[in-house]
């Protein structure tokens, strides 16, 4: 059926069904991490003194994780509920990837260019591979 | 019965705002100690966050414009976190509308694709350039930017449906043009853009500050589409909205490999400016629009003052 679809048609579908898993897992994750179920790596009651620290001493006085390496802290609440965070921030390239071979079909060169430099884009910046990120 | 229900919820917006500022303005808080519960901090931006999201609607605007400057002068979070959390807010809220505008035509994917590509490069640099510079800078560079936000807000004319002649060879090649069906007239409106290269650079400058101060940028967004391209109005709003998910994205990578976004303030925020936006819609036929959108006026150049202040050191 996606093959008479339009680009636009396919965006909208996967970005509302992202979205809404992105949304219900990020309730999940708040009353995992909030409400006790999971331990937070950096406890709660310290929160107050830590969070008016700029993000360099946050993370020296916590050793909290930069880049990909939270993946491994993932049995801390905290961290489950980063991951559900990024669920927000990865919505965009996966529909992008997704109307990639449709705009290819319609024959879209043009647009189709445009999406494959997005995704590009955001890979790069989802990978950490930006020249002065790290 | 139903505008003095709109004048009350208003008045009601005002205290949880006032209530927030005094927590701020205490003796402990501004010694950076805690004399209160971890849990009051996250309850009170989620009380804020909802009346942030009645009143960005009322006022049509996004709650990440309001979200940077006001959290950030009364709450006592750092400003990397804040504007981590502004741009996972505005960010969750484009994402919230966007499909639905995308279904009915309301945002064009075609014309939000080009200035994505060109946000999304700026943005990333203007996050790098925000996380390296020190904090009174930043705060200076945030109070002159949301007092010129204010400004423009005021200023600003929108135009329903913009004459343009034709599109421009950019634009024509990119198809920018399409028709969507306009339920409130019950016609399908047809629409073109041009300027299209001039848009570009514009939305290049947009994407810096967006990524530099984590602030969703509907602000900018509309007024490109809709009085530099001559997009009509509802799908320069629409398409703001996608283009806005897009940048906002790649910025929020930055800051999240940084490590500068805590789920503790991301969460509630989230919660409290969707709950407040589902309030704003059903009250948008009842409140005093003029009214609120003065308020909201009136805070932003609050909270752009005081953090120019802050930032010049004459009111730490």
Redesign the interface.
């Known amino acids: 059926m996606d093959l008479k679809r339009d680009p636009q048609d396919i965006y909208a579908r996967w970005l509302g069904a992202g979205a809404w898993l992105a949304f219900a897992l990020s309730l999940l994750a708040l009353f995992l991490y909030a409400g006790g179920v999971l331990a937070p790596f950096v406890p709660l009651e310290r929160l107050p003194q830590l969070w008016g620290l700029p993000v360099e001493r946050f993370r020296e006085q916590t050793g909290a994780p930069t880049d990909w390496d939270w993946i491994g802290y993932l049995r801390y609440g905290d961290y489950v509920g980063l991951a559900a965070v990024c669920l927000f921030a990865v919505l965009s390239l996966v529909c992008y990837l997704r109307v990639l071979p449709a705009f290819l079909r319609h024959g879209e060169r043009l647009q189709a260019a445009l999406v494959a430099a997005q995704i590009v884009v955001l890979l790069a910046a989802a990978s950490h591979l930006i020249p002065g990120a790290r | 019965m139903p505008q003095s229900l709109g004048r009350n919820t208003i008045t009601g917006m005002r205290l949880v705002l006032l209530a927030a500022a005094i927590v701020w303005a205490s003796p402990a808080a501004a010694a ?1 100690q ?1 004399p ?1 519960a ?2 009051v ?2 309850l009170a931006l989620f009380a804020v966050t909802f009346a942030l999201g009645v009143v960005a609607v009322l006022a049509g605007v996004g709650g990440g414009v309001l979200f940077v400057p006001i959290v950030g002068a009364f709450f ?3 400003l ?2 804040v504007r981590g959390a502004g741009l ?1 807010l505005a ?2 809220g484009a ?2 509308a ?3 505008l ?2 009915n035509g309301l945002a ?3 014309l939000a ?2 200035a ?2 060109v946000g ?2 700026t943005s ?1 640099v203007g996050a ?1 350039i925000g ?1 390296a510079l020190p ?1 009174d800078i930043l705060y200076t560079a945030l109070g002159a930017t949301i007092l010129a936000i204010a400004l423009v807000m005021w200023r600003s004319r929108r135009s329903d449906h913009p004459e343009v002649p034709a599109n421009d060879p950019l634009g024509a ?3 920018l043009h399409g028709v969507y069906h306009d339920q409130a007239t019950g016609r399908d409106v047809e629409w073109k853009v041009w300027r299209t290269p001039a848009a570009l650079a514009a939305f290049a400058g947009v994407g810096v500050l967006a990524g530099m101060f984590g602030l969703g940028a509907g602000w900018a967004n509309v007024p490109v589409f809709n009085l530099l391209m001559g997009a009509p109005l509802k799908l320069s709003v629409g398409s703001s909205g996608l283009l806005l ?2 940048v906002d ?6 800051y ?13 925020s ?2 409290g400016i ?1 709950l407040g936006a589902r309030i704003g819609v059903r009250l948008l036929r009842i409140a005093p629009a003029a009214a609120v959108r003065g308020t909201v006026l009136a805070l932003l150049a609050f909270a752009g003052g005081r953090a120019l202040l802050k930032g010049l050191g004459v009111w730490a």
């Open positions: 950076g805690s209160v971890w849990w901090w996250p006592p979070f750092h990397d976190f996972l960010l969750s994402l919230a966007a499909p639905a995308l279904a064009s994917l075609r694709m080009p994505a590509l999304s490069v990333i790098l996380l904090a090649a990119l198809r998910s897009v994205s790649s910025a929020a990578w930055i999240l490999h940084r490590g500068a976004v805590l789920p503790m303030l991301v969460a509630p989230v919660i969707m």
